[in-house]
Structures are given as structure tokens and as C-alpha cells.
């Protein structure tokens, strides 16, 4: 299992450098206590709790799994203790509401910690970031004894809690779910119903587990229009040492993510508390699954990083062959494989999707921060695009996440199979990301039809606007010519495409459906193509304006210009399959699939 290094010098070159973060927080009015100084001393403590106590526990995790027993479950060796640590230090009140004893710094404050302990250690970090989505559900639709009830031992970290949504019977169709909520004399509820693929649902790392539940009222109608949403303690906070009707009844046996309990969770007449209005659930339900999906976003990168780190110094270590140029290493019996472009083609193509990713979720970041803006035009706009670059975020940085994976795997060769390395798990527990908090269909889906098409493109314009500016200012910098010009082209194309998708399902509707993934990963390469070349532009005026790290940023520049030439390409092949139609997946009658 390689040793884990938190990336701070790439974080503070896209935190300070690109973005511009210390003007962003000066900006805000919860961003006045987070000073370069305060905020570097956050980045260095919450790195040292994440490289000396979260990455020991990784591969422990895994090779121990949870265990369920009657006296409910018990997580791996060292992840209870890990967590008491964690609430100790501050950590889960980071980013919380000061009104409810949170330390009210920026949410993307928040996201860099995220990042680390999740590259550190991501099945560990589900438990406490499973949180910040029923922090987020009871901050926005919460009342306000709910949220001292209930968000201040969430905010500490005393308690944990969850998103329950799934059942056997259904998934993304949430329309289907059966879980029932009987409203009681005293203005509770008895929930009573079976919830699957919970992560985190039952576990012995704090005292109390909130759930977040879906469920129907006996009078709601058919459908997403009739669910409401119900907060259901593990224990009622009046009656602590009493059964409240929750319990899990299995773990699911997974591919991956082992040290993270993946529940099927039983309501058994538990008493519940409607939060929000009666069959809006579906509504609060969003501003949990907004949160998780950005959180699910930075797995990807977690996965990604974890993978460069491992590839690179494998391949700086391990000899086999000679280059094809000439002995590179000529005092040893073969060259480190690091010299070999195959090799250097995988580590490039992660080193590209792992930065790139890194300015793309905090570039969100800074957005999601102005959503608590005191000016409601700054936070209508903010809303907009981040409804348009959330589902991007999601399952672009999840599937590049497992390609990325997988390439780390392959540059060991057959030590990347092997458990002791660490790359097999790194892939295991990448696959789900791509999966959970809907699939990248879903989110192909919830892009192009929901948020672009049928706001007629306002949510995607002001994204393409900064491209375009960005351009403009540029058009006349030598050093950014291999980077401008493309940059530009892809950007009227983008528009293009969206125009013609648009058109065509106006004739047919599925056209969307068929045309959905292959623009939502248009998107993202797109979406990097910004990225990369301003981070291009950053490292050239730093070598212009003189610095002692030169390697650092004339890899920049030669990493921008690898994924020009090699992976933005990739958009033409998903141009070419939004443009062949919907046809030729249709066309074949469901029959002619086969007797299997």
C-alpha cells in the first residue's frame, strides 16, 4: 500500500493561484475568519490527520470489512478511535452554521479536507462526510428546534447521519417507493418500511445516527409528488437508551469499500419528524443529493491522486528493459520504467485528469461558497451554475476517477493485481463512485435534459461566458496560442451541439436519452479544456515574474499540452456519437437481443 501524501502544493496552486481564493473569502461574509494564515494552518493539521492516522487504516479497512452482530455493527480496527479523533480536533464543525456551533467558515474550506481524507482513506471518510448532506437538508428545510435538536450534535460530530432513499424495488424511480409514514397523535410519525445501499447506516463510531428518509403519508399521491421527507433518529434524543424501531438488518457483501458499513436498514414503526412540507420531499431531498454528488465528485479526484501517487513512484523504482533511445540508466541492469512512453502516456493521462479535476471541483467550490451570499442576484446566478456543473462534476471526475485507477493498476504490471500494493483496492473502491448518488446516465440525464435543454441552455451560459472571456483576453498571447484558438473553437462547437441535440429530440425525445452520456463526457473534457489552459497561463506568468520552482510549473504547461493533444481529441469521438442519432439504439426489437 503506497504511503499517502496530501497534494497541498497542487491545492494551494489551484486554491491561491488559479482561483484566487484569499480575494474570494474577503468577499464573503463567512469567509472574513478564513486568512491565508488560518486557512494554511487548517490545510497542515487536517494533511497531518490524514497522511499519520487515516492512511494506516486503509488497507485495514479493507481486509477487516464491518461485522454485524446483535449489538449492531462494529467498524474495523482503529476507525472508532480515528473518528473521536477527528471530533476532538474540530474537524466536523469546519464548515458548520456558527449559530449552531460550527466554526461558519467557507463550505470549500470544507471540500480541501474532504479531498484529503478521502484520497487518505475514502471508506473512513463516508462515515463523517455522509453527514454534511443532513447538515445541509436540516439547515435549509429544518425547523428551529429541529436544527437544535438535531444539526448541533450533527455539526459537532457527537452524531453522524444518512440519506435514506433507496429500496428493493427501486432506485433512481424513487416514484415506487412504498416506505410508509402514519402521522401520530402527539405530531410524529411512525415510519415503517425497508431502506437498501445505505452507507454508514448502522455503526459504532458516534452515539447517534440521524437517518434522512423518504417515505409516504396516507393520503399522498401516486408518484415523486407524494413523498415527504422525515427525520428518523437511531435513538430518540429524549430516550437514549431505548430502541426507536431502527435496525439493520444485513451489511451488503461489495466489490469494494469494505471498511464502510453498507446497510439494509429496517423502520419497524420508528418514530420519525416530518422536516419540510408534506409531499415536497422530493425537494429537500435535492439539497442532500446536490451536496453528495459534488462529494461523490471528489472521490473521483481522491481515487485519481491515489493512483499518480502510487504509478509515479512505481515507475521510478521498478527496472525493466531499455529505452528504445539508449540506457537511461546505464550503471543498472534495465531502465525504470518511467522512461518508456507507454508508461509515461498512463501517467500523463492520470497526472492531466487529476489536476485538471482539482481546479474543476474547486472552481465549484468557490461557487457553492456564494450560495450563502447576503445578495440574492449573487446567489440566484451562483444556483445556475452550479446546477449545471454539479452533475458534471458527479460523473465526469467518477469515470475519469476509474479510468485513472485502472491506469495506476497497469503501470505495475502484474504487482498492480496483487493486494500488498494497493492498487487493486484503489480500483475496487473507485467502481461505485460512478454508481451511487445516480449513475452517470442519471446525471447525463439530470445535464442534458433537465438543466440544459429545458432551460433552453441558461444554466450552461454562463460557464461558456467565462470561456469566452477568458479567450478574448487572451487571443493575443503568443504563449497561449496552441491553447486559445482550440479552446475558442470547442466552445462555439459546444453551443453547436446543444443546439443540434435540441432540434433533433424536438422530432423524437429520445434523442436525448441517446445523445446524454456522450455530452455529458463532451462536457467535462471541455470543462478541463478551460482549466488546463489557465493553469497553463498562471505557470507562464510565474516563470515570467521569476520562481525558484520551475519544474513545478513547466510541468503545468507541458501537462496542459498533453491533454490538448492527447485526450481532448476524445471529444470528437463523442461528438460523433450524439450526431449518429438515437437509431441505431433502438432499431433492434428487445427480442433480437438474444435467448439468454
Excluded at 463550505?107 to 484529503?116: D, H, Q, V
Excluded at 452515539?207 to 435513538?235: C, M, Q, W
Excluded at 520552482?549 to 481529441?569: C, H, M
Amino acid at each position: 500500500m503506497p504511503d499517502y501524501k496530501a497534494p497541498l502544493r497542487d491545492l494551494r496552486f489551484v486554491r491561491n493561484e488559479l482561483l484566487g481564493y484569499e480575494a474570494h473569502y474577503a468577499k464573503l461574509p463567512q469567509g472574513q475568519d478564513a486568512t491565508p494564515d488560518m486557512v494554511d494552518a487548517i490545510l497542515e493539521e487536517g494533511a497531518k490527520f490524514c497522511q499519520q492516522v487515516l492512511s494506516p487504516l486503509n488497507r485495514v479497512g479493507d481486509e477487516q470489512g464491518c461485522t454485524l452482530t446483535d449489538a449492531g455493527v462494529t467498524t474495523p480496527a482503529g476507525f472508532k478511535e480515528a473518528y473521536q479523533q477527528f471530533v476532538q480536533g474540530g474537524w466536523p464543525s469546519l464548515a458548520g452554521d456558527s449559530e449552531f456551533g460550527g466554526q461558519g467558515l467557507p463550505a470549500s474550506l470544507g471540500f480541501a479536507l474532504s479531498e484529503m481524507m478521502g484520497e487518505a482513506n475514502w471508506s473512513w471518510s463516508m462515515y463523517p462526510g455522509l453527514s454534511h448532506g443532513a447538515m445541509n437538508t436540516l439547515e435549509a428545510h429544518g425547523t428551529q428546534e429541529q436544527k437544535e435538536t438535531y444539526l448541533t450534535k450533527l455539526i459537532s460530530g457527537q452524531w453522524t447521519g444518512t440519506m435514506c432513499l433507496t429500496e428493493p424495488h427501486c432506485g433512481t424511480d424513487l416514484g415506487l417507493l412504498k416506505t410508509r409514514a402514519q402521522p401520530q397523535e402527539d405530531g410524529g410519525y411512525r415510519i415503517s418500511g425497508t431502506k437498501i445501499f445505505i452507507s454508514a447506516g448502522e455503526h459504532d463510531m458516534a452515539e447517534n445516527i440521524v437517518h434522512i428518509v423518504l417515505a409516504r403519508l396516507p393520503d399522498a399521491p401516486e408518484g415523486t409528488k407524494g413523498i415527504s421527507l422525515f427525520i428518523v433518529p437511531r435513538y430518540r434524543p429524549d430516550a437514549m437508551n431505548e430502541s426507536n424501531g431502527v435496525s439493520c438488518g444485513s451489511l451488503e457483501h461489495k466489490m469494494g469499500i469494505h471498511g464502510n458499513a453498507t446497510c439494509v436498514m429496517n423502520f419497524d414503526e420508528a418514530t420519525g419528524y416530518l422536516l419540510g412540507e408534506p409531499n415536497k420531499g422530493l425537494n429537500g431531498m435535492f439539497t442532500f443529493m446536490n451536496a453528495a454528488r459534488i462529494g461523490t465528485g471528489i472521490q473521483g479526484l481522491a481515487h485519481t491522486e491515489i493512483a499518480y501517487q502510487g504509478a509515479v513512484r512505481y515507475a521510478r523504482e521498478r527496472l525493466q528493459m531499455r529505452s528504445l533511445s539508449g540506457a537511461q540508466n546505464p550503471d543498472g541492469p534495465a531502465d525504470p520504467i518511467i522512461v518508456h512512453p507507454d508508461v509515461r502516456r498512463m501517467l500523463l493521462t492520470i497526472k492531466a485528469f487529476s489536476e485538471g479535476n482539482r481546479a474543476l471541483v474547486y472552481y465549484t467550490a468557490q461557487i457553492a461558497d456564494l450560495l450563502k451570499s447576503p445578495d440574492a442576484e449573487i446567489r440566484e446566478q451562483a444556483d445556475l451554475e452550479l446546477s449545471f456543473l454539479t452533475p458534471i462534476v458527479k460523473a465526469f471526475l467518477t469515470e475519469t476517477g476509474f479510468e485513472a485507477a485502472n491506469l495506476g493498476l497497469q503501470c505495475y504490471g502484474g504487482h498492480g493485481y496483487i493486494s500488498e500494493w494497493g492498487m487493486e483496492q484503489n480500483v475496487r473502491d473507485s467502481r461505485i463512485a460512478t454508481l451511487y448518488e445516480g449513475t452517470t446516465g442519471i446525471q447525463a440525464l439530470d445535464l442534458l435534459g433537465r438543466k440544459v435543454l429545458m432551460t433552453q441552455g441558461a444554466t450552461m451560459r454562463p460557464f461558456t461566458k467565462v470561456i469566452h472571456k477568458f479567450c478574448q483576453a487572451q487571443g493575443e498571447n503568443d504563449k497561449l496560442a496552441e491553447f486559445i484558438k482550440p479552446l475558442a473553437a470547442l466552445n462555439k462547437e459546444w453551443g453547436e451541439l446543444t443546439m443540434a441535440i435540441g432540434m433533433k429530440a424536438m422530432k423524437n425525445h429520445e434523442e436525448v436519452g441517446a445523445a446524454s452520456v456522450d455530452y455529458l463526457m463532451y462536457s467535462g473534457y471541455a470543462c478541463l479544456a478551460y482549466f488546463w489552459a489557465k493553469m497553463a497561463h498562471t505557470a507562464h506568468r510565474a516563470l515570467g515574474d521569476g520562481t525558484n520552482e520551475e519544474g513545478f510549473y513547466q510541468a503545468k504547461i507541458q501537462t496542459a499540452q498533453f491533454y490538448y493533444q492527447r485526450l481532448l481529441p476524445r471529444t470528437q469521438m463523442h461528438k460523433a456519437c450524439v450526431e449518429s442519432g438515437a437509431d441505431n439504439l433502438l432499431a433492434m426489437k428487445t427480442d433480437d437481443f438474444g435467448d439468454v
